[in-house]
């Protein structure tokens, strides 16, 4: 911590730190999803489209991508999923700080000990936003379909 102040920078229990925590805690779902995709589509493709003429760019925005489309969007959905609990890296890394640290799974946490009824309504609000956005990213990988 000491070597980052020095250098100007103080990310600890600051929004910044919050982010950090989630990326940590949530990245390896969207990276092992991606390079399951990845290695699943192979690189055959790709060859083809550069062999008759296709850009680097136009390969992979018209091959590659629709390709390992699936894996992003799942990858994108584990990893909300798993940042949207997380409860130890958070607090371990940016504190409870009301109105600037304090994520929904620790408001929940902390408000379960003083008004239960409170505890359950965010509760819900946490399980509508993970309803909300599963049907989302479903709707979002039926419509890229074959």
């Not at 136009?58 to 997380?86: K, M």
């Not at 609000?125 to 990988?141: D, E, G, M, P, Y």
Request: glycine residues 8%.
């Amino acid at each position: 911590r000491e070597p980052l102040r020095i250098l100007g920078v103080d990310i600890a229990f600051s929004t910044a730190a919050v982010v950090l925590a989630q990326t940590f805690v949530a990245l390896p779902f969207l990276v092992l999803s991606l390079e399951g995709a990845l290695r699943t589509a192979g690189t055959r493709y790709e060859a083809v489209a550069a062999t008759l003429g296709a850009r680097p760019t136009t390969v992979l925005r018209r091959v590659s991508l629709p390709l390992v489309g699936p894996g992003i969007v799942s990858g994108a959905v584990l990893s909300f999923a798993r940042a949207l609990g997380e409860f130890g890296a958070t607090l371990t890394f940016a504190g409870s700080l009301q109105g600037v640290t304090r994520t929904l799974p620790l408001e929940i946490y902390l408000q379960r000990e003083t008004d239960p009824d409170a505890a359950v309504a965010l509760s819900l609000v946490l399980v509508a936003v993970a309803v909300l956005v599963v049907a989302l990213a479903h709707r979002i990988h039926e419509g890229a379909g074959p």
